[in-house]
């Protein structure tokens, strides 16, 4: 369970600190948007280094999927933007696969 919590904030985090870039570089906001943004983009990768697992590169590798659905959210709730079916399914897929690459049985 705290794997999922630590997805869940390094996503908001990653994408809170993307969109302060988004925001100063397509939107024309101020060019101080990119000091939250930094210490979001920050606060994502210390949270990743949290997850319990061997290799940092199965960590990246299940943390896209959050990505994915929590990127879905963000276009929802912040942009306006409903996600359509397309956009649910493939969420539904990247969450299945996640799923194999957390739980798989390994020898």
Known sequence: ??????????????????????AWLRLGKSVLWIVPGIAFLTAFAYLLTRVETSTAGRAYAAYGSVYIVSSLCWMWAIEGARPDRW???GAIVALVGAGIILFGVRS
């Open 1 to 22: 369970m705290m794997t999922a919590v630590v997805y869940v904030l390094a996503a908001l985090g990653e994408i809170a600190g993307c969109f302060a870039f988004w």
């Open 87 to 89: 956009d649910t399914v």
